[in-house]
């Protein structure tokens, strides 16, 4: 039984998601600092206000305390156009430079199947390739 958990802890996908999780999380970190120690403070610049966790809405007696989901709702837009425009966008036009050039198919212009380079026509729907 012992053998059978470290071959399971062993498999490439558990590793990978491990060392995700980890790299994750310090990722998150520093973005989430960076949004907390920069960014917030220059939104309170602009705003007059760098925390809007006091604010609050008096209905009937009850407070509605709506500051700290209007911070929690920046952060995580932030956070997010982070994550976007700094990883997302790099990789997926370093993935899409690189995978273009190592093509060996091209698209057929009528129906969009994937053929060989060197094809005069299309195997899917006969269509004549212009070279």
Do not use: W
Not at 10 to 29: I, K, P, S, T
Not at 62 to 69: L, M, P, R, T
Request: aromatic share 10%; hydrophobic share 50%; charged share 10%.
């Amino acid at each position: 039984m012992l053998k059978e958990f470290r071959q399971f802890l062993m498999r490439g996908n558990v590793v990978d998601l491990a060392v995700g999780v980890v790299v994750g999380a310090a990722f998150g970190a520093v973005v989430t600092a960076f949004v907390s120690g920069v960014l917030m403070p220059l939104i309170g610049a602009v705003g007059h206000t760098p925390n809007f966790g006091n604010l609050a809405l008096t209905l009937h007696g009850s407070a509605i305390h709506y500051g700290n989901f209007l911070n929690a709702l920046i952060s995580f837009v932030i956070v997010a156009a982070v994550v976007f425009f700094g990883v997302i966008k790099p990789v997926n036009h370093l993935t899409s430079r690189f995978s273009k050039s190592d093509s060996k198919t091209t698209t057929c212009p009528e129906c969009l199947s994937d053929i060989p380079k060197g094809a005069k026509r299309c195997a899917f729907c006969t269509a004549t390739i212009k070279s």
